[in-house]
């Protein structure tokens, strides 16, 4: 089973990335349950539990919660049909990214073997766990819908968690590392 470690926003700046999730997946009707706004930040295969949050636990101990910029929007094309904020690939984010990558290879862990290209982003709404699937043409609307709201804004991440593939929001949390304050 595959894992992701994944940035969580602290609670202002995640209700304002909510209000545009909620207007798509209301939009739609495409979940019951909207999933969790994040970022993910790697995926791993199997990991031994122990292992893994002792490596990630040391990594983050220097870490302070820290900003993000997010900046207007992409969209996944078939077979995704994903509609996402973009996160700008600078600053804390990507190096903690790819220490974690870096580290985790090394010492063994099944990850993404290149992520010089990894375009890290917040998924609003996709084909996973949705209710319903939603046609072509509601997608592309959806998608042209958001470009031209051109969204900018400077968002806080306060932890980082191990979360299993599920949608269901009490079982999803494996373990949670909580980032300094600044």
Same mark, same amino acid.
């Given at each position: ?54 490596? =990630? ?16 929007? =992409? ?8 509609? *996402? ?25 099944? =990850?993404?073997? *290149? ?52 949608? *269901? ?14």
């Amino acid at each position: 089973m595959k894992y992701y470690l994944v940035a969580l926003f602290n609670k202002e700046s995640y209700s304002s990335i909510e209000e545009i999730q909620r207007s798509i997946c209301r939009k739609y009707k495409l979940y019951r349950n909207i999933p969790a706004l994040h970022i993910t930040l790697e995926v791993v295969g199997d990991p031994d539990m122990e292992k893994l949050s002792k490596i =990630v636990g040391d990594i983050l101990k220097p870490y302070k919660k820290f900003k993000v910029e997010i900046n207007g929007d =992409v969209c996944f094309e078939h077979p995704y049909k994903s509609i *996402n904020l973009k996160i700008e690939n600078k600053g804390y984010i990507i190096r903690l990214a790819r220490k974690i990558n870096e580290s985790l290879k090394l010492h063994g862990f099944d =990850v993404r073997e *290149n992520i010089d290209n990894l375009g890290l982003h917040i998924s609003l709404a996709n084909v996973n766990f949705a209710s319903r699937q939603w046609s072509s043409k509601e997608y592309a609307a959806s998608c042209e819908s958001n470009k031209k709201q051109n969204f900018y804004k400077m968002g806080v991440i306060d932890r980082i968690e191990l979360w299993k593939p599920i949608n *269901n929001k009490k079982d999803i949390v494996v373990k949670t590392f909580e980032l300094r304050e600044f």
